[in-house]
């Protein structure tokens, strides 16, 4: 039997000063790797890292510095973009250390304000990019704190989403909104003026063709201030707008606009009570937790494997291994050495899957698989072990439940990922 283990509390500031410390850290030993070729390197290992008693004047320092540091002596691109990430970031979390999700609300608010009362398109446009930024950041900066972003509604949006297309053309799915509200009241659930989405991140390679579509694939764009209404076509009005995703997903994001007019807030929510999708016309699907929305940001997925390349199952041990999933991809949270002897898992997770239920295993220095094994194979055998019981040593395993899930992958570092 595991022992669930639990993450130290109060998670809000330790975490965020551990991320902080694991990125500067990551990014010291990458470049300094490769020795001559990255010139700055030593820079990065002089940085000054926060301790858990963090000040306002500790953060302005370290910002100053990052804003000040000479990027072009880095090797990496991904420590360039690391690093001037993490110099953005300082400003949001300064906020959150002084006034909380209550400081974040409030910056975000007047963001809001400034956008609404903006003349110029170059204006506007800088201001939306800074709403894009803080938002977009808050799953790097504050997933276990904030669940969510709420946009609240003014009174009049179901009814004026009925004359919307009439002055801004049809190519906004604003309809989709009032299929949303129709089909909640058909359910018999509650129909309120807010809707509240998981937390937008959003990937890009900088590049072009298939690892950026796959970037872009993982994506959760849900989330998109912009300008509506179609340029050239006559009739059509022109207005700074807002775009939430309220239909199922498919290939692409189909974003469902309203106008600023229409928005009476939008802010970090700390409840993880999602608006449901609309599945269809009349339907309605239950969007996944916060914490299996944080999993999949971390890149956990699953993998159609033939499981007769782990031997003899019975339906239940088959059944209950579709319900894991693998962080693969992201080699500190999955770290395999392979050996003549077989492959050693030296560090890894895995969480498992039941509703709306996540349980994480975290595993050290296990034998996973043999030599010629690969790793979906060797990470579904792992599974099987913790079905089936065989774990010999408990203390090589510890399990996590609820929200120490998040709370501990705040702790390890986010890497960048391959596409």
Wanted: net charge neutral; with cysteine.
């Amino acid at each position: 039997m595991f022992v669930t283990s639990t993450t130290q509390k109060p998670a809000s500031v330790a975490q965020i000063v551990s991320r902080v410390n694991n990125t500067l850290d990551a990014v010291s030993k990458l470049e300094n790797s490769f020795g001559a070729k990255s010139p700055t390197a030593k820079k990065v290992t002089t940085l000054p890292r926060l301790h858990p008693n963090i000040t306002t004047a500790d953060l302005i320092a370290l910002r100053n510095t990052l804003t000040q540091f000479p990027y072009d002596g880095l090797y990496l691109s991904d420590s360039k973009d690391a690093l001037k990430n993490l110099a953005t970031d300082l400003e949001y979390i300064q906020i959150f250390n002084e006034a909380g999700v209550k400081g974040l609300n409030k910056y975000l608010e007047d963001i809001l304000n400034n956008l609404r009362s903006a003349k110029s398109e170059q204006e506007k446009n800088e201001l939306i990019e800074k709403l894009h930024m803080f938002i977009y950041r808050g799953i790097y900066n504050f997933p276990h704190v904030v669940k969510g972003v709420e946009i609240i509604l003014r009174p009049g949006a179901y009814e004026g989403s009925k004359e919307f297309g009439d002055r801004f053309g049809s190519d906004y799915y604003r309809y989709k909104y009032t299929q949303l509200v129709d089909a909640l009241q058909k359910e018999g659930r509650e129909v309120t003026n807010s809707l509240t989405i998981e937390l937008p991140y959003s990937f890009t390679t900088g590049t072009h063709g298939s690892g950026e579509r796959a970037a872009r694939g993982a994506s959760v764009d849900n989330l998109e201030f912009t300008t509506i209404g179609s340029w050239g076509r006559k009739n059509k009005e022109r207005a700074t707008g807002l775009g939430i995703a309220i239909e199922v997903p498919l290939i692409v994001w189909k974003l469902s606009y309203f106008t600023l007019d229409e928005i009476e807030a939008v802010r970090f929510t700390t409840n993880g009570n999602f608006t449901p999708y609309l599945k269809d016309e009349e339907t309605l699907l239950n969007r996944s937790s916060y914490i299996n929305h944080y999993l999949w940001f971390r890149d956990f997925s699953g993998c159609s494997i033939d499981l007769q390349k782990l031997g003899s199952l019975n339906d239940q041990e088959a059944k209950e291994l579709r319900k894991f999933v693998f962080p693969l991809r992201v080699r500190n949270l999955f770290d395999e050495e392979h050996e003549l002897s077989g492959t050693k898992l030296k560090k890894g997770f895995l969480a498992k899957i039941e509703d709306s239920k996540v349980v994480l295993y975290e595993i050290d220095n296990l034998k996973i698989g043999g030599r010629d094994s690969d790793s979906w194979e060797d990470a579904y055998k792992l599974a099987l072990k913790i079905i089936r019981g065989e774990i010999k040593d408990p203390s090589s395993i510890k399990v996590y439940t609820g929200d120490d899930v998040i709370n501990r992958l705040t702790e390890i570092n986010i890497e960048q990922r391959r596409f």
